[in-house]
């Protein structure tokens, strides 16, 4: 994009923070996923903005699994993660996790404790809930809250030793029950959970809150400038008041607005109801939201980052259409896919005057978008593998394909007019019988004939065979989780269609998975990872606009 792009709200923070020579200039940033299921396009957002700010300020980007949380964490989540932010283009300064600072954590909560400011809490969830209080009404304060300082520190030691049951104590900060922020009403710190970690194993029983670790962990890395979503506004004066009574690396909290895309959910707990119900194949499978799965599809990387650029940062929620994300992605597969052939429903045409047993090689560009593609060679014989759209009985004016009587140019090769057809005993049409021009052959057209359309094919002799997968959105509705009821009951029955027999042309029978190319007038496809030595399967990335169905709506 050639056009100067204006400063987004959180460039110009940084910017000012630079001039303003805050920590020296210096720009640090975290991602910080909970490794509780696979990364999806809202985090693909989060991670171009962090990883793209300190590229941008020539500072450093962490990745810091956020794994204070036992009971959900798996080694799986934590692969797929570091694996997803490579392929998008990033590279972390440092793998970190919360997890390794349970220790320092823990040492500032007995900090806090000796400050006076830290209590050991012997309500039940249900009494705490009940001393709360109302955004109106102040809470009470719990009867535990005026423990001595020693007593909470023996206590504290007691919970980290194992003495107790899950939900027996808790460790709670000491702020203000009346405080008009209700996150600050005494906010829990540490819960007892009696739970085998994915990393720390055994080690603990008690767990930091996420209040209580991430500021804290944002602060021992030294981040500058930490980005997080807007529901987290209201908890950035607890970040700020930990950090404050600890005195510790003053980082920043900054809110954006969360990513959400139509046609599909975004929260990893919905996403994990559809892996497990198997309403899809696995959370790579191409019509999840995931990072992976749109990699499975087809989607570049590059797309998926210009697609985050170009919505680019928000203060307020919105839903982005899914259009402008496939609109992305068809920008950069044409500028890289070669163009080929293949037919996905045929009929077979049959050049009634073209030489028994005669085999033509045509060269073909490989990409007209870029000269340096070059070309390959497509055999062409007396009889082709068509698509069956490509042919009417009785066409309407407007219809530049084949019916009887009309002409067309088979793409790289020669013009044909269609003469005959037949049909099997369901009426449907098996062979379309044409007459080829010979004079007309592409490249040395002597013919002298212009005809609007040009339709691919491949030759019968030739043609390999492959599997199809056609996506479709995954969800019926632009919102399926602010619909009534459960969102399940939006999924699109038909968001995958298989189509087992293709034909495709005999130089992309050699295609490896993840290779992506244009079937010319079908779309963007790739070689998808279920695919074997003896059978190629072609996902359906995206399709092309559809010039047909435009054209019919101006008629
Ligand atoms: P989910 O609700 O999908 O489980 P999460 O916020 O719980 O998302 P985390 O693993 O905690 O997922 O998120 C890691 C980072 O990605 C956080 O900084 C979070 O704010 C950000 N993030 C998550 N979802 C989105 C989204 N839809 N748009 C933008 N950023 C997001
Ligand atoms: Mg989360």
Redesign the pocket.
């Given at each position: 994009m050639s056009e100067e792009k204006s400063l987004n709200f959180l460039e110009e923070i940084i910017e000012n923070d630079i001039k303003s020579g805050l920590h020296n200039g210096r720009v640090h940033t975290r991602?910080?996923?909970?490794?509780?299921?696979y990364?999806?396009?809202?985090?693909?957002?989060?991670?171009c903005?962090?990883f793209g700010l300190a590229k941008k300020y020539n500072g450093k980007c962490n990745l810091r699994f956020?794994d204070t949380n036992p009971s959900t964490e798996e080694a799986e989540y934590v692969n797929s993660i570091k694996s997803d932010i490579e392929w998008l283009g990033f590279q972390w300064h440092k793998e970190l996790y919360t997890s390794d600072y349970f220790e320092q954590l823990h040492d500032y909560a007995v900090t806090l404790i000796k400050k006076g400011l830290a209590y050991v809490d012997d309500s039940t969830a249900e009494q705490m809930a009940s001393m709360k209080g109302t955004l109106n009404t102040p809470g009470t304060d719990s009867p535990f809250r005026s423990r001595s300082i020693e007593e909470n520190l023996t206590l504290f030691a007691e919970m980290r030793a194992g003495k107790y049951k899950d939900g027996e104590k808790t460790l709670r900060a000491k702020i203000d029950m009346a405080h008009p922020n209700l996150l600050l009403r005494d906010p829990l710190m540490y819960r007892i959970k009696h739970e085998h970690h994915h990393r720390s194993g055994d080690k603990w029983c008690i767990y930091p809150m996420y209040d209580f670790a991430h500021g804290q962990s944002d602060s021992i890395e030294e981040v500058t400038h930490s980005?997080?979503?807007l529901?987290?506004i209201h908890h950035r004066p607890l970040y700020n008041w930990f950090i404050e009574k600890l005195e510790i690396f003053p980082s920043k909290q900054y809110e954006?607005?969360?990513?959400?895309l139509t046609y599909t959910v975004?929260?990893?707990?919905?996403?994990l109801q559809l892996v497990n119900d198997k309403h899809v194949n696995g959370w790579n499978d191409p019509r999840m939201p995931t990072i992976s799965g749109m990699r499975r599809r087809g989607y570049p990387a590059e797309a998926i980052r210009n697609f985050a650029d170009t919505i680019g940062v928000a203060k307020r929620e919105n839903i982005v259409d899914l259009g402008l994300l496939e609109f992305c992605v068809r920008e950069h597969l044409n500028k890289v896919t070669n163009r080929v052939m293949a037919v996905l429903d045929p009929i077979k045409l049959v050049l009634t005057n073209y030489p028994d047993g005669q085999t033509e090689v045509f060269e073909a560009e490989n990409n007209p978008e870029d000269p340096a593609s070059g070309s390959r060679e497509i055999p062409f014989e007396k009889e082709l593998w068509i698509e069956r759209d490509d042919f009417m009985e009785e066409a309407p004016k407007k219809y530049f394909r084949l019916a009887p009587g009309k002409m067309v140019r088979l793409k790289s090769a020669y013009i044909i007019q269609c003469d005959s057809f037949e049909k099997d005993a369901d009426g449907n049409v098996t062979t379309v019988y044409c007459t080829y021009l010979p004079e007309s052959r592409s490249g040395n057209d002597t013919s002298g004939l212009k005809v609007k359309g040009t339709i691919h094919w491949v030759s019968v002799a030739h043609a390999h065979t492959a599997e199809a997968r056609l996506y479709d959105r995954l969800f019926s509705v632009s919102d399926p989780a602010n619909e009534d009821g459960d969102f399940k009951d939006y999924i699109n029955p038909d968001s995958l269609r298989t189509i087992s027999t293709i034909y495709i042309e005999p130089e992309l029978s050699k295609a490896k998975n993840g290779d992506k190319v244009q079937f010319m007038r079908n779309g963007y496809f790739c070689v998808d990872s279920d695919s074997t030595p003896d059978k190629l399967i072609f996902n359906r990335t995206v399709t092309l606009r559809d010039n047909w169905a435009k054209e019919q709506k101006k008629a």
């Open positions: 991602f910080p996923p909970e490794p509780n299921g990364l999806h396009i809202g985090h693909a957002s989060s991670i903005l962090n956020d980005i997080c979503t529901e987290f954006f607005a969360r990513r959400n975004m929260s990893k707990r919905k996403l």
